[in-house]
C-alpha cells in the first residue's frame, strides 16, 4: 500500500503533462517554423487526451482500491516566508477526479469531431493549438489544490474560449463579440484574485485544504465564522458568476456562440459553462459558513434558471437556443449547491454535460435533418404543445417577449452605465493630455491615420 | 578558469564604447549592425558571466561602480533588451548613428544598476536624457515637452541629492521622489512619455523608458532613508498611474501611444513596489522589473516589425494582418499576456508576488492593482483583435517574417515561458535584498 501514494503522484503528473505535451508539440513546431498536417495534429491530440484519460481512470481506480480519499501533488514552492509563499499544487479527490475525468472523455470527442468537421478549415492549426491551450488550463483548474493553480487554469480556460469566439476572424463580429466576452471575464477575474489575495490573508496561504481542513470533498472540518468569510465567499460567487454567465454576466452567453460547432459544445454546453459551477462546489464549506451566502448562491442559480428559460424560449438559432437551455439547467445545478445537495450538483453536472456536448454536436445534422423533413412532407411540422406563456395577459406577455428578445437588457445596461461612460472619460483625458503636449511643442498632432502609411523610420 | 578573476565589470563597462567607437568608423550600415550585434553577443555574455559569479566571488567592487545582488541579475537583462531592439529593427532602417546610440544606451544601463556614488549616479541619469534629444532634434521633431519634462527632472533631482546630504531630507527626498516620479512617467507628471514614442523612433523611446532607470535611482537613492508619509504618498500616485494607464491603453486609436500607456501602467506597478517600502513589496517589484522590462520589449519587438511593414496602425479599425504575419500575431498576444502576468509567462509569478504583497496595505491596494491588471489585459486584447483580425487586405507582396525576426521571436518564446519557472531560490534571494535594502533583519523562520 505503500506503493499507492507514488503511484498516485505519477498518475497525477500523467494527467498534467500530457495536454502540455499537446501544447508544447505545437509551441515547438511553431518555434522551428513547421506547419504540422492535419492527421499528425489528429493523432497528438488523440494520443495526449487519452494518456491523460487512461491516467485519470487509473488514478481514480488506484484511490478505490487504496482507500485513499485524497492525495495531494506539489510541483512548486515559491514560500519566501511562512505567511507569504505561493504554490503550485493538485489534488485528486471526487470532485478532482470526476471533473477532469469528464473534461478529458468530451474533449477526446471534441478532438475526434473536429478533425473531420474543420478538415481543410483555414484556421484547422489555430483551432487545435487553442484546444490544446484549453485542456491544459481545464486540466489545471480541475486538480488544482491552490487557489494560484486554480487562477492559472482559470485564465488558461478564459483566454482559449474567446480566441475561439473570433475564431472566423475575418469576419466582424466575432472578434468583436470575443472582446465583449474577455470583458466580462477580466471583470469578474478580479474578484477571483481578490479572493485569492484574501485566502492568503485569512489562511497564510493559497491552498484549499488550509481553508477547509484536511477532510476529503465534500467533508470538511467545521470553519471559524468571520466576515472575512463571507466577502471571501461573495468576491468566489462573483468569479463564478461571470465564468458560468450567471446573471448578471449572462449577457456573454449567446455572444460566445460565434465561434466553430465543437468550441461551442465543449465550451459553453459542457466544460467553461460548469467551471463556476465546479468552483462552488470546491469552495462549497466556505458557503456552508453563511446562511445568507448560501441563499445568495440559491437566489442567483433560480433568477439565473428563469432568466435563461425565458431568453431561451425566443432564440431563433439552435446555437442560441441550446445555449440558453445549457444556462437553465447550470441555474439550477448552483442552486443545488446554495442549497448544500453536492454530490446531487455533481451528477447533474456531469450528466449535463454530456448530454449537451450531445446536442450541440448533433445541432448541424439535425438541421439538415429537419430540412429533409419539411421537404418530404411539404409543409413544417406543426407544434401543437400550448405554451404556458400564452395563458398569461396580453401586456405581460409582450413584456416578457421583450425581455426575452433583449436578453434581459443586460448588454445595454452595460454599454449604457459602464463602457459609454469609461470610454468617455479616458477619451476626454487623453484629448486633454495632447492639447497640452500640443500647446508646449507648438505643433499639432496628426491622428495616425492620416500620417504617412510607410514613414522614414520605424 | 576562475571566472570570478577576470575584470568582468569593467569589461562589461567598456565593451559598449569600444563598440561604440568602432561603429563611427564603420559607414556601411548592415556592417554597423553586425559589429553592434557582436559586441552585444559579447556583452551578453560578460553579463551572464557577472550575473553567474555573483554568489561565487560575492559581488564585484570597483570605487564607484559595483556588482551586488540588485544589480547582477539587471545586467543580462539590460543587454538583452538592447540585442532585442537592434533585432527588431529592420535592416533598411539601421543607420551608424542607430547602433551607436544603443551601444551607448547599454552603457548608460549598466552604469546606472552598477553605480554606487550618487552624484555620479544623478549625472549618468542625467545624460542618458541626452540620447532621445539628439535623436529628436536629428529628425527635426518637436522636442519642447520631452526637454522640459527632463530638464525639470535632472534640477529636482540634484537639488533633491544636495538637500539630503546638507540636512533637510525630508525637501530633499521629496524632491528625488518627485523627480522619479516624472522619469517614471507616474500621472500627472508622465505627459512626454506618450509624446517620445510618438516623436521618437521606436527603438530610441523604448531603450530609453524599459530600463526603468527610475527604479534604479528609486532603489540607490530613496532607500531606506525616505521618509514614510512620502513614500506613501508615491506608492498611491503609482497606482493611480497604473489605473490610468490601463484606462488610457484600452482607449488609445494610435498603436504607439497605446503601447505608451500600457508601459505607465505596468511600469508604475514597479515603482510602486519600491515606494511601499515593505519587504514582500520590494521583492515583488525586483522581480516586476525583469519581467516588465523583458515583456514589453518583447511585445515592442511584434509591433515594430509590423510597423515596419505596414507603417504606423491604428486601432480603431480591424486590419486583419494575422494571415500575413501570424508568428508576429502570435508573439503580439503572448508577449503582451506576459506584460499583465498571464498564467505560464514571465509575468506571471512577480504579479502574484505582487498581490499577495498588497494585502499588507490593505484590501483596496489589492482591488486596485486588481483593477489596473484587468484594463490592462483588456487593452491588450482589443489591440490584438484590431491589428489582426477582420478582412485581410490583399497585398501583390509577400512580407513573411524574416530569419532575424524568427531568430527574435524564438528568443522572446524563450524568455517568455522559460522565465515563467523562475526557481525558487531567485525569488528568496530577491526577498534577502530587498531585507537588506530596508535593513530589515530577516526572521528567523524565513527562507
Known amino acids: 500500500m505503500t506503493a499507492a501514494p507514488t503511484l498516485l503522484t505519477a498518475l497525477g503528473l500523467a494527467i498534467v503533462a500530457a495536454p502540455l505535451f499537446l501544447l508544447g508539440s505545437f509551441f515547438a513546431a511553431f518555434l522551428v517554423d513547421r506547419r504540422l498536417s492535419e492527421p499528425t495534429t489528429g493523432r497528438l491530440v488523440q494520443a495526449s487526451v487519452v494518456t491523460g484519460l487512461l491516467a485519470a481512470l487509473a488514478a481514480a481506480v488506484v484511490m478505490v482500491r487504496a482507500g485513499i480519499a485524497q492525495h495531494t501533488i506539489v510541483l512548486g514552492d515559491w514560500t519566501i516566508t511562512p505567511s ?51 485542456l491544459v488550463g ?65 489562511n497564510g496561504g493559497g491552498d484549499f485544504d488550509h481553508l477547509v481542513g484536511q477532510s476529503a ?23 463564478a458568476a461571470g465564468k458560468s454567465a450567471l446573471v448578471p454576466f449572462s449577457g456573454w452567453l449567446p455572444r460566445a456562440m460565434e465561434g466553430p460547432t465543437p468550441s461551442s459544445a465543449v465550451f459553453y454546453g459542457a466544460l467553461s459553462v460548469h467551471l463556476g459551477a465546479f468552483l462552488l462546489l470546491r469552495i462549497s464549506p466556505v458557503l456552508d459558513s453563511s446562511v445568507w451566502l448560501s441563499a445568495f448562491v440559491v437566489v442567483i442559480g433560480l433568477i439565473t434558471s428563469a432568466f435563461a428559460y425565458v431568453a431561451g424560449r425566443v432564440q431563433t438559432d439552435i446555437k442560441s437556443a441550446l445555449a440558453f437551455a445549457s444556462l437553465t439547467q447550470v441555474g439550477l445545478i448552483i442552486a443545488e449547491i446554495g442549497l448544500g445537495f453536492r454530490y446531487l450538483a455533481l451528477l447533474h453536472l456531469l450528466g449535463h ?48 417577449y421583450r425581455l426575452a428578445l433583449e436578453r434581459g437588457y443586460l448588454d445595454s445596461m452595460l454599454d449604457r452605465y459602464f463602457a459609454r461612460p469609461f470610454v468617455a472619460f479616458f477619451r476626454a483625458l487623453d484629448r486633454q493630455e495632447e492639447r497640452l503636449a500640443d500647446a508646449i511643442d507648438g505643433s499639432r498632432t496628426v491622428p495616425v491615420e492620416s500620417r504617412d502609411v510607410h514613414p522614414s523610420r520605424p | 578558469m576562475n ?13 559598449p564604447w569600444v563598440g561604440a567607437a568602432t561603429v563611427a568608423f564603420v559607414r556601411n550600415p548592415p556592417a554597423a549592425a553586425r559589429f553592434s550585434l557582436a559586441f552585444l553577443i559579447l556583452l551578453l ?31 543580462p537583462v539590460l543587454v538583452l533588451l538592447h540585442l532585442l531592439t537592434l533585432l527588431g529593427t529592420s535592416k533598411a532602417r539601421v543607420t551608424p548613428a542607430l547602433c551607436i546610440r544603443i551601444l551607448l544606451s547599454v552603457f548608460v544601463g549598466l552604469a546606472v544598476v552598477t553605480c554606487q556614488d550618487p552624484w ?53 527626498f521629496g524632491l528625488i521622489i518627485l523627480a522619479l516620479g516624472i522619469r517614471g512617467g507616474i500621472v500627472p507628471l508622465h505627459g512626454w512619455v506618450p509624446r517620445l514614442f510618438q516623436n521618437a523612433t521606436y527603438g530610441s523611446a523604448m531603450l530609453f523608458v524599459l530600463p526603468l532607470m527610475e527604479v534604479a535611482g528609486a532603489i540607490r537613492l530613496l532607500l531606506p532613508g525616505a521618509p514614510a508619509a512620502s ?77 515596419a511593414r505596414f507603417g504606423r496602425l491604428s486601432l480603431d479599425r480591424h486590419h486583419g494582418h494575422y494571415e500575413q504575419v501570424p508568428g508576429l500575431a502570435v508573439s503580439f498576444l503572448f508577449t503582451g499576456l506576459a506584460c499583465v502576468g498571464f498564467p505560464g509567462t514571465v509575468g506571471f509569478l512577480p504579479m502574484e508576488l505582487l498581490f499577495a504583497g498588497s494585502i499588507d496595505h490593505g484590501l483596496w491596494v489589492s482591488f486596485t492593482l486588481a483593477i489596473a491588471a484587468m484594463l490592462n489585459g483588456i487593452a491588450i486584447l482589443r489591440a490584438y483583435f484590431a491589428l489582426f483580425t477582420g478582412r485581410r487586405p490583399s497585398m501583390s507582396v509577400s512580407l513573411p517574417i524574416t530569419r532575424i525576426e524568427r531568430v527574435g521571436v524564438v528568443i522572446i518564446a524563450l524568455i517568455v515561458f522559460a522565465g515563467a519557472w523562475l526557481p525558487p531560490s531567485i525569488v528568496a534571494s530577491r526577498h534577502r535584498v530587498a531585507e537588506s535594502l530596508l535593513g530589515v533583519t530577516p526572521s528567523p523562520g524565513d527562507h
Open chain 1, 84 to 134: 507569504y509563499h505561493l504554490k503550485l499544487a493538485f489534488v485528486l479527490d471526487l470532485l478532482s477526479l470526476a471533473y477532469v475525468i469528464l473534461a478529458l472523455l468530451l474533449c477526446g470527442i471534441i478532438g475526434a469531431f473536429s478533425t473531420r468537421y474543420l478538415h481543410r478549415e483555414r484556421g484547422y492549426s489555430r483551432f487545435f493549438v487553442l484546444f490544446a491551450v484549453f
Open chain 1, 138 to 202: 481545464m486540466v489545471t483548474a480541475s486538480l488544482s489544490d491552490t487557489v494560484e493553480t486554480l487562477f492559472a487554469g482559470w485564465e488558461m480556460v478564459g483566454l482559449s474560449s474567446v480566441l475561439l469566439i473570433a475564431f472566423f476572424q475575418e469576419r466582424p463580429s466575432p472578434p468583436r463579440n470575443g472582446l465583449r466576452v474577455w470583458i466580462v471575464y477580466r471583470l469578474c477575474d478580479v474578484s477571483l484574485l481578490l479572493a485569492a489575495i484574501l485566502m492568503h490573508e485569512v
Open chain 1, 217 to 239: 470533498w465534500p467533508a470538511h472540518d467545521p470553519l471559524p465564522v468571520s466576515p472575512h468569510f463571507t466577502l471571501l465567499g461573495v468576491l468566489f460567487v462573483i468569479a
Open chain 1, 353 to 400: 454535460a454530456c448530454l449537451r456536448t450531445l446536442q450541440f454536436l448533433r445541432a448541424p445534422s439535425l438541421l439538415h435533418d429537419h430540412h429533409q423533413l419539411e421537404n418530404a412532407i411539404g409543409s413544417r411540422p406543426r407544434d401543437e404543445a400550448v405554451l404556458w406563456e400564452q395563458r398569461l395577459p396580453l401586456p405581460v406577455q409582450r413584456s416578457l
Open chain 2, 3 to 15: 571566472v570570478a578573476a577576470l575584470p568582468l565589470l569593467e569589461l562589461a563597462l567598456l565593451l
Open chain 2, 45 to 75: 555574455t560578460a553579463a551572464g558571466a557577472i550575473a553567474l559569479s555573483l554568489g561565487a566571488t560575492g559581488g564585484i567592487r570597483n570605487r564607484t561602480f559595483a556588482i551586488d545582488e540588485v544589480s547582477a541579475p539587471m545586467l
Open chain 2, 120 to 172: 555620479l549616479l544623478i549625472a549618468i541619469l542625467a545624460l542618458a536624457t541626452l540620447l532621445p534629444f539628439w535623436e529628436l532634434r536629428s529628425l527635426g521633431k518637436p522636442f519642447r515637452v520631452f526637454a522640459l519634462y527632463m530638464s525639470a527632472f535632472v534640477v529636482f533631482l540634484g537639488i533633491g541629492q544636495f538637500l539630503v546630504g546638507t540636512g533637510n531630507p525630508a525637501l530633499g
Open chain 2, 231 to 307: 513614500l506613501n504618498a508615491a506608492s498611491i500616485a503609482c497606482l493611480v498611474t497604473a489605473i490610468y494607464g490601463g484606462g488610457m491603453a484600452i482607449v488609445q486609436n494610435d498603436v504607439r501611444r497605446f503601447y505608451a500607456n500600457l508601459c505607465l501602467s505596468q511600469t508604475s506597478l514597479v515603482l510602486y513596489g519600491v515606494m511601499t517600502h515593505t519587504v514582500n513589496g520590494l521583492t515583488a517589484a525586483l522581480c516586476l522589473w525583469v519581467s516588465a522590462s523583458l515583456s514589453l520589449a518583447a511585445l515592442a519587438f511584434s509591433i515594430r516589425a509590423i510597423e
